[in-house]
């Protein structure tokens, strides 16, 4: 199966609501989900970025309710890092890589043999987009569902929430009694649709740390894990 197309089949509608364990309704939702702006065909086509500003909002809600009856006795700010670790573009990538959902995003062909449809941004973005889309087609049961379902273990702490590696630099700094970790854009590279952004990360009396990602968001979490490891600082 190939995943470049616009034509979603029957069958492969079927395949998808069996991952999903929902059917659509409105299938232009779905197909929308799953379509990338370097996959659709016309201009006047959906993708699936206004469905992923929804999708983020079902999953904080969903996620912050979960975290407020688990957890009777956390004050805010624990309730808080626990919420941006979980809603976090590494977990909901990591989400779609457990619901397989991969092979039926609709990238460019080029986009494809470069792998898009495997890299952290894309995957965690049409998470996002899946769960807006069902909200839309069906309320936020569904989307429940579908998050307490991927997101189970890591609410129930039998995986290991890690801060992510920017907080972590930057309380590093501030326990140094140094500035706040600066970052910036080294270069912006590709088209509108598939920029690639190099991103460089420095702390007082430190070399600047450099990583490449397809968004400055990225970019800047991968930068600073450049410098954590390159300075030993953490595994």
């Given amino acids: 199966m190939t995943t470049d197309r616009t034509r979603f089949t029957d069958q492969e509608y079927?395949?998808?609501?069996?991952?999903?364990?929902?059917?659509?309704?409105?299938?232009?939702?779905?197909?929308?989900?799953?379509?990338?702006?370097s996959g659709r065909k016309g201009k006047t086509n959906t993708t699936y970025q206004r469905l992923e500003f929804l999708g983020d909002r079902v999953l904080g809600l969903v996620?912050?309710?979960?975290l407020y009856v688990r957890n009777p006795r956390k004050a805010e700010g624990a309730l808080a890092q626990n919420f941006s670790?979980?809603?976090?573009?590494?977990?909901?990538?990591?989400?779609?890589?457990?619901?397989?959902?991969?092979?039926?995003?609709?990238?460019g062909l080029k986009e494809k043999a470069q792998g898009m449809t495997t890299q952290t941004l894309i995957l965690g973005d049409v998470m996002e987009a899946?769960?807006?889309?069902m909200y839309l087609d069906g309320g936020l049961e569904p989307s429940r569902a579908l998050i307490m379902r991927l997101?189970?273990?890591?609410?129930?702490?039998?995986?290991?929430?890690?801060?992510d590696a920017k907080s972590f630099l930057q309380e590093w700094a501030l326990g140094q009694a140094k500035a706040i970790p600066a970052y910036r854009v080294v270069a912006r590279d590709g088209p509108d649709h598939s920029p690639h952004f190099t991103i460089?990360?420095?702390?007082?009396?430190f070399s600047e740390a450099i990583a490449s990602a397809q968004s400055k968001r990225i970019g800047e979490q991968l930068a600073a894990e450049a410098f954590l490891r390159r300075e030993k600082i953490r595994k």
């Fill in 130 to 133: 899946i769960l807006g889309a």
């Fill in 63 to 66: 996620i912050a309710e979960e």
């Fill in 200 to 205: 460089g990360v420095t702390v007082d009396g």
């Fill in 151 to 163: 997101w189970e273990r890591r609410l129930s702490n039998r995986t290991k929430l890690v801060k």
């Fill in 14 to 37: 079927q395949s998808i609501a069996a991952l999903l364990g929902y059917t659509f309704r409105n299938r232009d939702l779905l197909k929308a989900a799953l379509t990338h702006g």
């Fill in 85 to 107: 670790l979980l809603v976090r573009a590494e977990a909901c990538a990591d989400a779609a890589r457990e619901l397989g959902i991969a092979e039926h995003i609709r990238v």
